[in-house]
């Protein structure tokens, strides 16, 4: 059996925006990486279910079992605050793993009544190259017959890359076999990559504004952060500490970028501490 109960909810455009819950007390909205679905959160859900937390995991927009939302900035962070409000559970602590620290700190800043404090985790907040521009490839996916072309191509070129995406990620941690081959199954399908490529297109349009406007939080903010991350190197947490002086930082001596797999504890007892 799994960690979460399956839920969703009906957004005003019609889409769907759907989660995992499990647990009851004080909310905790988990949002994932990219690529990435609820279950990067199950470790840690699982832990501060047992200790009187409500979590909810969300497919972010386009991933997972959610509908893809218009490319504009703050849709997805609506649609997270739409979520907290039909949950009646009052304000969320929100954690964000990766790029969805990117997002949560955009929900913290557009809907701070919302928002009891922020948890980032291994945050993606700068572009490991800042002359990155954002990919034609969505708009290449509106043309229907092009669709269809890449629809088979994208899936078929993109399984090797995606898992050496994963072993980055995972490293220097050993990773099984089998939850490499589970996530880049998941991974390279071709809703995936699609969502893939749209979240990072909306990242590289607005992160700058994201970076600047951490420095207008009130709300508490904790960071967890791996000592051996490959993936978001140094840059982002730089840029944390600059923004919010009073962040409470924890670096995980050994630990690479998958911190919510390979120090589930570690994140649920940082999360559960801080919200004491």
Known sequence: MGVFIEGSITLPG???????ECGKGTPVLMLHGNPGDR???AGPAKLLAERGFRCLSVDRPGHGMSSPLPAEPGRAADAYAELLRS???GKAIVAGYSMGAHFALDLAQRHRD??????????YLMPRDENERPSGLPGLL????LRAILGLAL?????????????????????ATALVDDLAGRFSTFASLEAMFRDKNIFLDTYRKVVEGMATLTCPVLMITGAEDAISGTAS??????????VLSHVVDGGGHALPWTHASLVADRIAGRSA
């Open 14 to 20: 019609r889409e769907i925006l759907a989660f995992g």
């Open 39 to 41: 279950n990067d959160w």
């Open 87 to 89: 949950s009646g559970g």
């Open 114 to 123: 919302l928002v009891s404090g922020v948890c980032l985790v291994a945050p």
């Open 142 to 145: 509106e043309i229907p017959v």
């Open 155 to 175: 899936p078929m070129f993109a399984g090797g890359k995606i898992r050496l995406h994963l072993e980055t990620t995972f490293r220097p941690a050993a990773v």
């Open 237 to 246: 947490a730089e840029a944390v500490g600059k923004a919010i002086p009073g």
